[in-house]
């Protein structure tokens, strides 16, 4: 497999401009997950797809956020207005299958409000 | 709801002698745990998970953990530390819902000394 992949790597932004990432799961990998990342933190959950389902959202999850996975492959996260408190890695995972399976990371994309 | 707590910021230990890498879980009901690695400017990579079974668990570059249900334990293991095993090390416990999430801890850094 190729990995999971995010674009773009680093994105710099002015507050209160939109930004969309997007993730390329691993093929045929049903499930698809976004965490965010803050410095000296561990990946904090925000959302979770399965197929082209969004089945759950973290109230992390502002209505600033919304995310997609249309056809279920790639998925988005969109941020609209975005405040400096935004700032952080933002992670793309996936996994397959059913029951408790191990987690294929991207590298992430860095996300800076200024 | 589920957790994990790394009590460590940074852990340093010499090449070639055992390195240790703590972690202790709160959960409700049985704790599905994972390590997983963080190099410099790579996604998280999975190491090894704890479903059931054996206490002690074997995964990924020499690493093993020790399930231990007394001290709510899930320590990281290696005999022989390695240069190359310099990396952010993160702890993670399934979180409740079914959908395979996980809570992450913040992470120890660790650094081998040549």
């Known amino acids: 497999d190729t990995g999971v992949s995010q674009d773009p790597r680093h994105k710099i932004t002015k507050r209160g401009q939109n930004v969309t990432f997007r993730c390329d799961p691993i093929s045929e990998h049903n499930r698809l997950y976004w965490y965010r990342q803050t410095l000296g933190q561990g990946p904090e959950f925000l959302t979770y797809f399965q197929n082209e389902a969004q089945l759950e959202k973290s109230r992390l999850l502002s209505d600033r956020f919304s995310a997609e996975r249309p056809k279920g492959s790639f998925s988005t996260l969109e941020i609209q207005r975005t405040e400096q408190g935004d700032s952080a890695m933002y992670l793309c995972?996936?996994?397959?299958?059913?029951?408790?399976?191990?987690?294929?990371f991207g590298s992430g994309t860095q996300l800076s409000v200024l | 709801a589920q957790s994990v707590a790394q009590p460590e910021d940074q852990v340093n230990v010499a090449e070639g002698n055992p390195l240790t890498v703590k972690c202790t879980y709160s959960v409700s009901g049985n704790p599905y745990l994972f390590w997983y690695v963080q190099y410099p400017n790579r996604g998280l990579q999975f190491l090894l998970k704890y479903i059931t079974g054996d206490n002690l668990v074997k995964g990924s570059y020499g690493f093993e953990a020790e399930f231990n249900k007394s001290q709510t334990s899930f320590h990281l293991k290696k005999p022989s530390a390695l240069v190359s095993d310099s990396a952010l090390y993160f702890c993670?416990?399934?979180?409740?819902?079914?959908?395979?999430?996980?809570?992450f801890g913040k992470g120890i850094q660790v650094v081998v000394i040549p």
């Open positions: 995972a996936s996994s397959r299958g059913q029951g408790i399976q191990k987690l294929f």
């Open positions: 993670a416990v399934r979180d409740i819902g079914g959908n395979n999430r996980l809570a």
